[in-house]
Structure formats: C-alpha cells, structure tokens
T-cell receptor, first 116, second 113 residues
Framework: NAGVTQTPKFQVLKTGQSMTLQCAQDMNHEYMSWYRQDPGMGLRLIHYSVGAGITDQGEVPNGYNVSRSTTEDFPLRLLSAAPSQTSVYFC???????????????FGQGTRLTVV | TQLLEQSPQFLSIQEGENLTVYCNSSSVFSSLQWYRQEPGEGPVLLVTVVTGGEVKKLKRLTFQFGDARKDSSLHITAAQTGDTGLYLCAGEDSGAGSYQLTFGKGTKLSVIP
C-alpha cells in the first residue's frame, strides 16, 4: 500500500495563477482532509470530506476549493494564488472522523508551495 | 475553535537526558493525540489518549492525559538522536456535531549526540 500520496512535492506559482494539489489514498478511507502548516502556526484545517460527494469547510477555507468524486481522490484547488498561500500543504485520511477513539490519521509527505 | 498551547516551543538537550513537553487547553477534549513530524515528512501518530488520568507508554515515551481532559504531557526517558523532530498534540473538537482535529503549534525537539 502506498498510503497517502501527494503531488507535486514542490511548486512555485505566480500571483493570480491557479493550480490543483493532488491527493490520493489507497486505504479505502472515508474521511479525508487538507491542512496547511505555517511556521509558528501549527496545522490548520482547510477543507475536509466525510465521503464521496460530501465536503465541508475547515478553519481557513478562503481561496481554496475541493471536490470528492471518488473515495480515493481529494484534490485541492487554488483559484487565484496569493503570496499568503505560501505554505506546506498536507493531505490526511482516516477510516473515520479524525480524532475519534482509535482513529488514526495518515498524512501525506506534503506539498511545499511558494507563491511569488 | 478550541485552542491547544504547547510548551516549550523549542527544546535542545543532550542524548541520554530526560524531558517533558506539555499540551494545555482551557477546553475539554474527548480525546487527544500526539504526533511526531520529521523534516520533509507528514506527521505520524504516536498515541491517542481518551480517559482522564490515562497513562500510555510507548517504549521510552510516556503519555499522560490530565484528569479533567484539558491537558496532556509527553515524557521521554533517556532521549536519543532519533527522537529529534516536531511533536504535535491534537485534540478532537466535537462541538456542534462536526468532528475536527485541532492542532497545537508543536514542540521542536533537538537531541544532540
């Protein structure tokens, strides 16, 4: 099993450009989520999904879109990149709601995004 | 949003020393998790604690959940260089029916040989 796979690992964008960060998991997990990690800020939830066709906003959703057409994939779209979106992005999956008893979250290796 | 405060923010110790890092909140959490993150990698779950006063051991790591389920600590005995990394605590936020994980900002541990 590959676990959670994120692509690309590194990306540089110009302000105003759009792009999609890919996330795929092969563990048949229902719950997937996107976080951003900034220095001194910890991990902050952007969007999450509890199953195919169902998504919801997290703490910092502005400027990002998500969709969940299959159980395996949960792409994150930046509509018009801004320097404030420079960050490391992590995708995570779990078989149930993250944080529930005995529910382990599996994280990808991250995408380091720089917006200039 | 429930907040988790971790301390210290940075910790540098010699190999063989003991250390404790803390995770505190004014809110009650249903459960709390500890993760370790190495540079260039995603966080990896170490343990989940659920019951107030619970103590879990993972080799040289001892985790404790406060009686009131508002705080937790991680104690490492005889630290090794392989323990170097960012330690994150995360609490389950089940308010308003939405289950989300709230992360602390982390403790960056460096173990010097």
């Amino acid at each position: 099993n590959a676990g959670v796979t994120q692509t690309p690992k590194f990306q540089v964008l110009k302000t105003g450009q759009s792009m999609t960060l890919q996330c795929a998991q092969d563990m048949n997990h229902e719950y997937m989520s996107w976080y951003r990690q900034d220095p001194g800020m910890g991990l902050r939830l952007i969007h999450y999904s509890v199953g195919a066709g169902i998504t919801d906003q997290g703490e910092v959703p502005n400027g990002y879109n998500v969709s969940r057409s299959t159980t395996e994939d949960f792409p994150l779209r930046l509509l018009s990149a801004a320097p404030s979106q420079t960050s490391v992005y992590f995708c995570a999956s779990s078989y149930g709601y993250i944080g529930r008893v005995n529910t382990e979250a599996f994280f990808g290796q991250g995408t380091r995004l720089t917006v200039v | 949003t429930q907040l988790l405060e971790q301390s210290p923010q940075f910790l540098s110790i010699q190999e063989g020393e003991n250390l404790t890092v803390y995770c505190n909140s004014s809110s009650v959490f249903s459960s709390l998790q500890w993760y370790r993150q190495e540079p260039g990698e995603g966080p990896v779950l170490l343990v989940t604690v659920v019951t107030g006063g619970e103590v879990k051991k993972l080799k040289r790591l001892t985790f404790q959940f406060g009686d009131a389920r508002k705080d937790s600590s991680l104690h490492i005995t005889a630290a090794q260089t392989g323990d170097t990394g960012l330690y994150l605590c995360a609490g389950e936020d089940s308010g308003a029916g939405s289950y989300q994980l709230t992360f602390g900002k982390g403790t960056k541990l460096s173990v010097i040989p």
